[in-house]
């Protein structure tokens, strides 16, 4: 095992700590007599870092509460009316954004979670899935973590994915548009079925059956692509719209496999593997050093995520650390 002398010496920590650093480092490696001793002079060093240290730990305990209790999965089947009355959903809001927005003021704090409620009309927690059924026949499966807002007129269908990750099987109307907005990118049904997954930096589009349109708001590279049954496409995207865009072909029975808990990774990255998993993971999961940008192929299974964990560990030679039963960390050996 390296010791804090030699990962010093080899340039992999930093001369200065922050308290989150040193519960990490110190979980690691619980028997370096030489770490303890540095850790106990950071410590001492300045009231600042026992302050933090102390902060430190009282989050990790409150998120190891909030992250404790039960949410098994669920398999519920719900049915949006088309159009649906908007206008009871509104005064619901309104009511209860006004005791939510006073409680928040209250105590100075306005959680990105409970605005992510105010706008979504269907959620899903971790580990579960829902899925939605439209009136006029059409599916949504929402992936855990994953959150829906839509809107119909008698023109068109909109939906929103907020967050996560979803797959559509549309029934195709000529007459009223299917399209999907995730942030600067908007995918519109053309009779199929088809998955689509957002996160911070980029939106994936995989088509199963028929085809999809694809297209960028506000870029100025432009993007307007068909993509059929096999294709996928990641958008890269930032303030100005789309960034990038990367195309592939992928099997179309491999298309949101998620939604049998399984997750397929093929020539991607340690990251994109892990990015896969943390939905279904009660927790946090911390990539260390460059192992994110590691490349990896595997399937992995999506049930038992800690056990999905361990197998992408393997596949890299890399250590993984279990911290507490909220907190996993991957490093590079």
Same mark, same amino acid.
């Given at each position: 095992?390296?010791?804090?002398?030699?990962?010093?010496?080899?340039?992999?920590?930093?001369?200065?700590?922050?308290?989150?650093?040193?519960?990490?480092?110190?979980?690691?490696?619980?028997?370096?007599?030489?770490?303890?001793?540095?850790?106990?002079?950071?410590?001492?060093?300045?009231?600042?870092?026992?302050?933090?240290?102390?902060?430190?730990?009282?989050?990790?305990?409150?998120?190891?509460?909030?992250?404790?209790?039960?949410?098994?999965?669920?398999?519920?089947?719900?049915?949006?009316?088309?159009?649906?009355?908007?206008?009871?959903?509104?005064?619901?809001?309104?009511?209860?954004?006004?005791?939510?927005?006073?409680?928040?003021?209250?105590?100075?704090?306005?959680?990105?979670?409970?605005?992510?409620?105010?706008?979504?009309?269907?959620?899903?927690?971790?580990?579960?899935?829902?899925?939605?059924?439209?009136?006029?026949?059409?599916?949504?499966?929402?992936?855990?973590?994953?959150?829906?807002?839509?809107?119909?007129?008698?023109?068109?269908?909109?939906?929103?994915?907020?967050?996560?990750?979803?797959?559509?099987?549309?029934?195709?109307?000529?007459?009223?548009?299917?399209?999907?907005?995730?942030?600067?990118?908007?995918?519109?049904?053309?009779?199929?079925?088809?998955?689509?997954?957002?996160?911070? &930096?980029?939106?994936? *589009? $995989?088509?199963?059956? =028929? %085809?999809?349109?694809?297209?960028?708001?506000?870029?100025?590279?432009? !993007? #307007?692509?068909?993509?059929?049954?096999?294709?996928?496409?990641?958008?890269?995207?930032?303030?100005?719209?789309?960034?990038?865009?990367?195309?592939?072909?992928?099997?179309?029975?491999?298309?949101?496999?998620?939604?049998?808990?399984?997750?397929?990774?093929?020539?991607?990255?340690?990251?994109?593997?892990?990015?896969?998993?943390?939905?279904?993971?009660?927790?946090?999961?911390?990539?260390?050093?460059?192992?994110?940008?590691?490349?990896?192929?595997?399937?992995?299974?999506?049930?038992?995520?800690?056990? &999905?964990?361990?197998? *992408? $560990?393997?596949?890299? =030679? %890399?250590?993984?650390?279990?911290?507490?039963?909220?907190?996993?960390? !991957? #490093?590079?050996?």
């Amino acid at each position: 095992m390296a010791t804090e002398q030699q990962d010093r010496a080899d340039g992999a920590i930093p001369s200065q700590r922050t308290a989150t650093e040193w519960l990490l480092a110190l979980n690691e490696a619980p028997d370096d007599v030489l770490l303890q001793r540095r850790f106990q002079a950071w410590l001492t060093d300045d009231p600042a870092h026992e302050r933090d240290w102390i902060s430190v730990n009282s989050m990790f305990d409150q998120l190891g509460s909030a992250l404790s209790s039960d949410t098994s999965p669920l398999g519920t089947s719900t049915v949006v009316s088309f159009p649906p009355d908007r206008r009871v959903k509104r005064r619901r809001l309104a009511l209860v954004a006004f005791g939510l927005a006073a409680a928040c003021v209250a105590v100075g704090v306005f959680s990105p979670e409970i605005l992510l409620r105010f706008r979504a009309d269907q959620m899903t927690g971790v580990a579960q899935q829902r899925e939605v059924t439209l009136a006029d026949g059409s599916t949504i499966r929402l992936a855990p973590s994953s959150a829906i807002a839509t809107h119909f007129t008698t023109g068109r269908r909109d939906v929103r994915l907020l967050r996560g990750e979803a797959f559509f099987q549309v029934v195709h109307d000529t007459k009223r548009p299917f399209v999907v907005t995730t942030g600067a990118v908007q995918t519109t049904d053309v009779g199929t079925a088809f998955d689509i997954r957002r996160n911070d &930096a980029d939106t994936t *589009v $995989a088509v199963r059956e =028929g %085809a999809v349109q694809v297209e960028g708001n506000g870029s100025s590279r432009g !993007l #307007s692509e068909v993509l059929h049954a096999g294709d996928e496409i990641r958008v890269s995207t930032n303030e100005g719209g789309v960034s990038g865009v990367a195309r592939r072909h992928v099997e179309p029975e491999e298309v949101a496999l998620w939604t049998s808990a399984r997750a397929m990774v093929r020539d991607r990255t340690v990251g994109d593997a892990v990015d896969a998993i943390r939905p279904w993971f009660h927790g946090v999961i911390i990539l260390r050093g460059d192992i994110a940008r590691q490349p990896l192929t595997g399937v992995y299974n999506l049930s038992d995520p800690l056990e &999905a964990l361990a197998a *992408v $560990a393997h596949a890299q =030679g %890399a250590a993984m650390y279990r911290i507490s039963p909220w907190i996993v960390v !991957l #490093s590079a050996r």
